[in-house]
């Protein structure tokens, strides 16, 4: 049996919601017809959602291709402003990789834009020996549910486990049709989910949910 788990990236193992709200705040000025001014607590409403249904949200008032534009400016200056100030990651987390990397396959997939993943790592290579695959909406153009079967189907995997922080992402665990664990320690709530309360306990769940133990 081959075993994989799959992670959301933004409130699953790391908060980079201050240095991307600084990034946006940064990107933002070329854009003086539009108001919004993100902070990290905007920016974290936001997390998992799509880029263009951010935009949507939070580029009001202008027509939606002047919003998609500054959506696209902001996503070019947070991968940039992230190799610069990386986040951290929550604590605990690179321990739990290294613990579940011991017999399962680990994956990143996540509906951010081409660069992000990339600067993540480049942030915190320690992970990048734990990581077999990484997918995102940027590359594939499709939802989280079907990049999630993709990474599944290329990597071969008998069993495979979705963990996430928000309903958004167990919705698409359910569509994708694998189990779903929730970071409850992230930015969302998820109501009668499997969870764990912080990094440390990933492990163990997993195991659980995956018939490892």
């Given amino acids: 049996m081959k075993y994989g788990i799959l992670f ?12 991307v709200a600084a990034s946006w705040r940064h990107a933002l000025r070329d854009f003086p017809d539009i108001a919004a001014r993100p902070d990290a607590a905007a920016v974290r409403a936001q997390m998992g959602r799509t ?3 951010i935009a949507r949200s939070l580029f009001t008032g202008v ?18 402003w992230l190799r610069v100030h990386p986040a951290p990651l929550y604590p605990g987390v690179a321990a739990a990789l290294a613990d579940l990397a011991r017999d399962c396959a680990l994956c ?34 499709l939802p989280k549910w079907d990049n999630i079967r993709l990474v599944c189907a290329r990597n071969g995997f008998d069993r495979a486990l979705y963990v996430g922080d928000t309903a958004w992402d167990r919705d698409a665990a359910v569509r994708a049709g694998v189990p779903f664990l929730h970071a ?3 930015f969302g709530t998820v109501p009668g989910a499997a969870a764990v ?14 018939g490892l133990k």
């Fill in 197 to 210: 309360s912080a990094p440390a306990g990933l492990p163990e769940q997993a195991r659980l949910l995956l």
């Fill in 8 to 19: 959301d990236l933004d409130g699953t193992l790391w908060d980079a919601s201050d240095p």
């Fill in 108 to 141: 990143i997939v996540s509906n951010c834009q081409v660069g992000y993943i990339e600067a993540f790592l480049a942030g915190h290579p320690e992970l990048l020996p734990h990581l077999t695959d990484t997918e995102n909406a940027g590359r594939t153009g």
């Fill in 51 to 53: 880029l263009p249904d």
């Fill in 184 to 186: 409850a320690y992230g």
């Fill in 63 to 80: 027509p939606e291709p002047r919003a998609l534009a500054a959506m696209d400016r902001c996503c070019d200056e947070e991968c940039r």
